[in-house]
């Protein structure tokens, strides 16, 4: 969904949702006013970050199954944005999949969209949560071709191009993921965790044999880790993969000893880059190790690292 | 001119302030609030695409754009070149125009265009808003208060500020520091964005929120076509662009560079 960005919960965060979701009655403003937040609330306010405040809201309760809140908060939007806001139809529509409780409720929702997407073939959020649906009905062929033409018309939508990547590597389409991310890079080319996706997705496909070259593709994840830490230089998913790529350059012996062409880094630097990024991985993994409660959201990467530098750990 | 060194003293009837000075200050912040308020009743958003042809043909451009101004920091040599051919086959054969079929016919009137002439009476609205409140007091402060001299600045000032300051008072000799009623309003007219700005909040808080909460995709609303330009033209021009560029890759030796920057920081 558009609007994200500034999200204070992002989808995979499922401990701060929860925290937020617990809010919604106060937030709201009906039930038992239970904390501080509540006590300082003032009434609420027509800005704009209090409806960002409250879709945030409906998302976290929708994902933490309190469909009453949801609704609430469903209900304040579309009083004030009117149901036919392309927005809150969005909204509505991914409120209807929440609470739909068999498949043939999913399919009666995606019935609707094509209703909806009839009258007006440039509703954003519909076609989005279209391809949602389609997605998780089990039909990514239908998914993929209904995101094709979304980005045949919308191509410079970062989001949807990411969707289509996750949805053709689900697929088993290596080269074609990898294109669609590097599209999503192009509209968005800071972003470093778009690029160590990135390197992740060249990393697996230079390990299946029927991909072109695998050296070529090992060496390009390399770069593209490499890029993704000097964008955010504490970014433990870039350093996880920096160790993963640059083991498997040195295991497959891609890199040669002294390259003929200058861009192409030699074994004693590739070897260099695996000692800096251990280390690094190692200092990331103590230093939040301490300060557990901050990383709470991201605990199953610092196990995945700290596994990693047990295995790769040289034997004393 | 004025004699220097004199100070020049010219006696003025305190009436002069609380019925002209006053008034014409308070006239003007409460026809800049209702002109706000005016603009932002009128005021109609852009309109989105209504059809995914047309969607592509606001999109395809900035597509160009993105892929030239950040090819340098993602693709390889490689993707780069099968971008950059697809996209200038598509600029150059059409195939993102709205309706190809209608290419290099020159762009249809904007005043028989209904899209066009939306966009025109939204210019012209907001115009209007401006001009009319303008005419119509200055008219009324030239027919009741011309020719009055309301108010002495507390500083020297040099000469060339008399055109600015005494419009409408045709006194050679004045001193430059008094100001006619015409003047008043003019310095009202440009200098009360601030006081607008102190109290509408900041200024268009209103229209502002309607607009970003209609914007499900910030993306999908912008049109970086003005009515009236040929998308044809865009597009080739574009092409040009695209067809010049040297690529290079930053990430050709990221890796040294990585252990240049970062290494030293944990050894």
Not at chain 2, 134 to 154: D, E, R, Y
Not at chain 2, 218 to 237: I, R, T
Request: aromatic content about 8%.
């Amino acid at each position: 969904m558009g609007g994200l960005a500034d999200a204070e919960v992002n989808g995979s965060d499922v401990l701060s949702a929860l925290r937020l979701s617990q809010q919604a009655p106060a937030i709201l403003g009906h039930g038992p006013a239970l904390n501080a937040l509540a006590a300082s609330s003032k009434p609420p306010r027509d800005t704009a970050e209090e409806y960002n405040r409250i879709e945030q809201l409906f998302l976290a309760c929708l994902q933490t199954g309190d469909d009453q809140s949801a609704q609430a908060c469903l209900d304040r939007l579309s009083h004030r944005f009117g149901p036919s806001n392309e927005r809150v139809m969005g909204l509505r529509g991914l409120y209807q999949e929440a609470i739909a409780k068999d498949k043939s409720a999913l399919e009666k929702c995606l019935a609707e969209y094509e209703t909806i997407l009839s009258d007006n073939p440039v509703n954003v959020p519909i076609m989005k949560r279209r391809v949602a649906l389609l997605r998780s009905l089990q039909r990514p062929a239908d998914a993929i071709s209904a995101l094709i033409q979304l980005l045949d018309a919308i191509p410079t939508d970062a989001e949807a191009w990411g969707e289509l990547a996750d949805l053709y590597q689900s697929q088993g389409l290596g080269s074609q993921a990898i294109f669609s991310l590097e599209e999503a890079l192009l509209i968005a080319p800071n972003s470093w965790n778009i690029h160590a996706r990135l390197g992740e997705l060249l990393y697996v496909c230079s390990s299946a044999s029927s991909e072109g070259d695998p050296a070529r593709l090992a060496g390009k994840s390399v770069q593209h880790f490499c890029r993704s830490i000097e964008l955010c230089d504490d970014y433990l998913r870039g350093f996880y993969g920096l160790v993963l790529a640059t083991s498997r350059v040195l295991d497959q012996k891609y890199a040669p000893e002294s390259p003929a062409d200058p861009t192409v880094p030699s074994r004693k630097t590739i070897q260099q880059l695996q000692t800096f990024a251990l280390q690094r991985l190692e200092h990331i993994v103590q230093s939040r190790s301490v300060d557990d409660q901050h990383w709470a959201s991201s605990r199953s990467e610092l196990i995945a690292a700290k596994e990693l530098l047990n295995r790769l750990a040289p034997p004393k | 001119m004025a004699v220097p060194g004199v100070e020049q003293t010219i006696l003025r009837d305190p009436a002069l302030f609380y019925w002209i000075l006053f008034p014409i200050s308070v006239v003007m912040i409460l026809t800049g609030i209702l002109r706000h308020y005016a603009t932002v009743l009128m005021n109609t958003p852009p309109k989105p695409a209504s059809t995914l042809a047309e969607s592509r043909e606001r999109h395809a451009l900035l597509r160009g754009v993105n892929l030239r101004n950040h090819a340098c920091s993602v693709l390889d040599r490689e993707s780069f070149e099968a971008r950059k051919n697809y996209l200038l086959n598509g600029f150059r054969s059409g195939a993102f125009l709205k309706d190809p079929n209608n290419r290099g016919q020159p762009p249809a009137n904007p005043m028989t265009d209904p899209a066009g002439m939306e966009a025109m009476m939204g210019m012209l609205k907001g115009n209007m808003m401006m001009m009319i409140p303008q005419t119509l007091i200055m008219s009324w402060i030239n027919a009741f208060f011309s020719g009055f001299v309301i108010l002495k600045l507390p500083f020297p000032l040099t000469i060339r500020f008399k055109s600015m300051l005494q419009s409408g008072v045709m006194t050679r000799d004045l001193d430059v520091q008094w100001v006619s009623s015409l003047s008043w309003y003019f310095l009202n007219l440009m200098g009360l964005q601030s006081v607008f700005g102190f109290i509408l909040g900041s200024d268009n808080a209103a229209n502002q929120m309607a607009q970003q909460m209609g914007m499900a995709n910030p993306a999908a609303m912008m049109n970086p076509m003005q009515p009236g330009q040929d998308p044809d033209k865009l597009f080739l021009s574009e092409a040009e662009n695209l067809e010049v560029m040297e690529h290079f890759c930053i990430l050709d030796g990221v890796e040294e560079r990585i252990l240049r920057n970062f290494a030293p920081v944990v050894n």
